[in-house]
Nanobody, 123 residues
Framework: QVQLVESGGGLVQAGGSLRLSCSAS????????MAWFRQTPGKNREFVTA????????MTADSVKGRFTISRDNAKNTVYLRMNNLKTEDTAVYYC????????????????WGQGTQVTVSS
């Protein structure tokens, strides 16, 4: 059974930083593109950033570009999301996901998801 488990969320003041982790078990994720999405109540999951397999290229949503950085450590089977200069609008549940095929921006193109971790940014 393959599982993704996110951690590192919490409450932070605006301008602060957090690092989220996504640890995989049951399967090596080195061959997969991985991504972070986020979701707020009543809205669809929003693409945040993705990284190609085996230290591939990254792509990032304009809303977080320059503030968020995705990285991966294949030896640890883990993907990270470093979030700097957080804003109140970054408040959401953050999910990591393993890419199946197609455009990285669409949640429907991912077939494995973690349970999510809450990030709350206070003003």
């Amino acid at each position: 059974q393959v599982q993704l488990v996110e951690s590192g969320g919490g409450l932070v003041q605006a301008g602060g930083s957090l690092r989220l982790s996504c640890s995989a078990s049951g399967r090596a994720i080195s061959g997969y593109a991985m991504a972070w999405f986020r979701q707020t109540p009543g809205k669809n999951r929003e693409f945040v950033t993705a990284i190609g397999p085996n230290f591939g290229s990254t792509m990032t949503a304009d809303s977080v570009k320059g503030r968020f950085t995705i990285s991966r450590d294949n030896a640890k089977n883990t993907v990270y999301l470093r979030m700097n200069n957080l804003k109140t609008e970054d408040t959401a549940v953050y999910y990591c996901a393993a890419h199946r095929s197609g455009n990285y921006y669409y949640a429907s193109n991912y077939d494995l998801w973690g349970q999510g971790t809450q990030v709350t940014v206070s003003s």
